[in-house]
């Protein structure tokens, strides 16, 4: 088998029927099959698809040396180890990272008990729906908390920065349980909030069928340490029930909204530190406008999705501003998880079919902005969601459009906000300090100059994005346990080890393995 990279094909390629649309002179191609798939839209008037594609032909030495970007190709197959203990272990947090690690550690044979906070998937979402519907906050499982962790809620995008042979397993995993096949081929891959729920579910129940277990509504409220040795949990139960579960080898896999646990860390003496974080907002453009800006006379062709984008700039005060979990024909959502508190984010379904684009522009806060103790970033999130709680009094979620947030200016939107239960015009500079609503301003004008269009007066802002990333990070060895305390592993966007699902759920594999390995 050879991998051919950088192969541009038209719009118009039939990828059932590939062996007939490649054209490598002198070699004989007896199957290809499509690998990788990109849009490559730099010119708007050659708008075309870039491909890694995997031939076979009667003559392989020959091949490699007639065509350009060939290579041998294997695929990678990923081994799950076995092990055997005496002590179960415990997994906690349900999210991509915790998923991903129980799963690992049901398939060595470990039986792994984990721990949400959060509800199952159907009941989460039947809260979730009522809470954007007007209803009650449930603090304990929302937008933040509950099967699937965050990413739940989202566009389900399966894009990294990482290259590991765990990624492709990762993508694997969720075709065997109900993802679509293009996720394997699509460079850049996305499951959708709907798709996704499906998909979780049936992991768990495989979990389960493998011995596991997954204990919702639960909440870690203590690691117990002995010689600086984990020896159990304390769990407290919605109830208000506490037990203990003993234990020597705990995955923390908790996310960053987690913020109960990480004070509990702290208190117990485990090894942080602060590290930078983002904040910003949430802005919503007409996606047929994102479309012709970025494909131009093509914009309606039949073959392209709804156009994505990923924008940064390097601002002269020497902070960054960029675009992060751009949604395409998404939805600005309530994410709130604290009460008296107020956080946004992105979401969209597999179809991708909404009258918007959404993305969170962000920029850096370092540890250097912040007060000295160790959480401060926690409670500078905070501030920012009391401070957009209280500007709607808590009746709304705060918007405003681009012109008004930039320049003042009272402008009509250019679209309807998607975010519920409901939209209140008001002043976004309220949420944040003003270094940060400096940034924000002129990086929205900078990243103008990416994607026309992007500062458009009407476009619509929705705040405060606080959740992008934690702003700490749970320190570990080369074995990935804590500096602090033997048998805890921390693991995921929450112990500041990763940015998205899929290295999320990478980090939770190796996590596992580490585990695995020390038995």
Not at 126 to 131: C, L, N, Y
Not at 173 to 189: L, N, P, Q, S, Y
Not at 298 to 325: D, I, M
């Amino acid at each position: 088998m050879i991998l051919v990279s950088n192969v541009n094909l038209p719009l118009d390629t039939d990828f059932n029927n590939l062996k007939s649309e490649l054209k490598f002179k002198g070699v004989n191609i007896k199957s290809a099959t499509l690998y990788k798939k990109s849009v490559d839209a730099r010119r708007k008037s050659d708008v075309h698809f870039c491909c890694s594609v995997l031939i076979e032909t009667d003559n392989e030495k020959n091949a490699l040396k007639r065509i350009k970007n060939a290579k041998p190709y294997s695929e990678p197959i990923y081994h799950y180890k076995k092990a055997v203990s005496n002590t179960r272990p415990v997994v906690i947090g349900f999210g991509p990272a915790g998923i991903f690690a129980a799963y690992t550690l049901a398939m060595a044979g470990l039986c792994p008990i984990v721990i949400e906070r959060g509800d199952d998937l159907d009941t989460r979402k039947q809260k979730v729906d009522g809470f954007w519907a007007g209803g009650r906050l449930d603090p304990e499982s929302n937008v933040q908390f509950g099967e699937g962790g965050a990413g739940t809620f989202s566009d389900g995008k399966l894009t990294t920065g990482i290259s590991d042979i765990r990624c492709r397993e990762v993508l694997k995993v969720f075709c065997e349980h109900g993802a679509h096949k293009a996720i394997m081929t699509d460079a850049k891959a996305h499951i959708g909030t709907d798709v996704l729920s499906v998909v979780i579910k049936n992991i768990r129940n495989k979990i389960i069928s493998l011995g596991g277990e997954v204990r919702f509504g639960e909440r870690l409220e203590r690691i117990n340490l002995s010689s600086d040795k984990v020896s159990s949990v304390d769990i407290k139960k919605r109830s208000g029930e506490v037990y203990t579960l003993p234990c020597n080898k705990v995955i923390l896999a908790i996310g960053h909204s987690a913020r109960d646990t990480f004070y509990m860390l702290k208190d117990i003496g485990i090894n942080m530190v602060k590290k930078p974080f983002a904040v910003g907002l949430r802005i919503e453009h007409s996606q047929k406008d994102i479309n012709k800006a970025l494909y131009g006379d093509y914009a309606n062709h039949p073959a392209l999705a709804n156009a994505s984008y990923k924008l940064a700039v390097h601002l002269e005060n020497g902070r960054g501003v960029y675009t992060f979990c751009m949604c395409p024909g998404g939805y600005v959502v309530n994410a709130s998880s604290e009460e008296g508190r107020l956080a946004v984010n992105g979401m969209s379904y597999a179809a991708r079919d909404g009258k918007n684009a959404n993305s969170a522009v962000l920029t850096e806060i370092l540890p250097e902005d912040l007060p000295e103790d160790l959480l401060s970033g926690i409670e500078f999130q905070r501030k920012c969601e009391e401070a957009a709680y209280n500007l709607t009094g808590g009746k709304g979620v705060p918007v405003q459009t681009v012109g008004g947030y930039l320049f003042g200016k009272d402008v009509a939107p250019s679209v309807s906000a998607t975010v519920k239960p409901n939209a209140i015009f008001t002043d976004l500079s309220m949420l944040y300090p003003d270094f940060v609503n400096s940034s924000l301003k002129q990086g929205i004008a900078a990243l103008d100059k990416k994607l026309c269009g992007f500062a458009l007066d009407g476009a619509l802002l929705t705040g405060p994005e606080t959740r992008s990333s934690s702003p700490v990070r749970i320190l570990r060895n080369e074995e990935l346990v804590s500096l602090s305390a033997n048998g805890i592993y921390p693991a995921g966007e929450g112990a500041g080890y990763a940015g998205g699902i899929m290295s999320a759920a990478v980090d939770g594999i190796k996590c596992a393995e580490s585990l695995i390995n020390s038995l």
